[in-house]
C-alpha cells in the first residue's frame, strides 16, 4: 500500500530553517505528483509546495514562495521541503501527498492553481511545525 512518512519538523524561532522529508514506499515515485500541503489551526489545508512528475514542473503558494524548495530524491524514494526564512504564519501540520491520476496530467506553468487546490488521494500522518516570533 502507499505509505508516506513525514519528518522534521519542529519548533523553530522566526527566520529559521527547516527540512521536512517524507519517506515513501508502495507506488512508483517518479509517476505521481507529489505535495506539500500544510494545515493551521482552525484554517483549511493550503498547498504550498507541488511536484510534476510529467513535466518536473514545481508550484509553490505565493505565502512560500522564494523561501521554501521542493525537492525530491528518486533513488531513495524521498520527498523534500526545504523551508527558509521561517515566519509565525507558517505554523501548521505539514502534511506530504501523492495522486497517481494528476501525476499522468503534463499542465505546465499554469498548473500552480491547479496543484495546489487538488485533492490528492494519498496522505501522510503529517508533521507539526510551529515558528515562535
Known amino acids: 500500500e502507499v505509505r508516506l512518512v513525514e519528518s522534521g519538523g519542529g519548533l523553530v524561532q522566526a527566520g529559521g530553517s527547516l527540512r521536512l522529508s517524507c519517506a515513501t514506499s508502495g507506488f512508483s515515485f517518479d509517476d505521481y505528483a507529489l ?12 498547498g504550498v509546495a507541488c511536484f ?9 503558494a505565493d505565502s512560500v514562495k522564494g523561501r521554501f ?14 523551508m527558509d526564512r521561517l515566519e509565525p504564519g507558517d505554523t501548521a501540520v505539514y502534511y506530504c501527498a ?27 500522518q503529517g508533521t507539526q511545525v510551529t515558528v515562535a516570533s
Open 52 to 60: 510534476s512528475a510529467s513535466d518536473g514542473m514545481t508550484y509553490y
Open 98 to 124: 501523492a495522486d497517481p491520476n494528476l501525476g499522468l496530467i503534463s499542465l505546465g506553468p499554469d498548473g500552480a492553481h491547479y496543484y495546489l487546490r487538488y485533492l490528492y488521494s494519498d496522505w501522510g
Open 69 to 82: 524548495t521542493i525537492s525530491r530524491d528518486s533513488a531513495n524514494k524521498t520527498l523534500y521541503l526545504q
Open 35 to 46: 505535495a506539500w500541503v500544510r494545515q493551521a489551526p482552525g484554517k483549511d489545508r493550503e
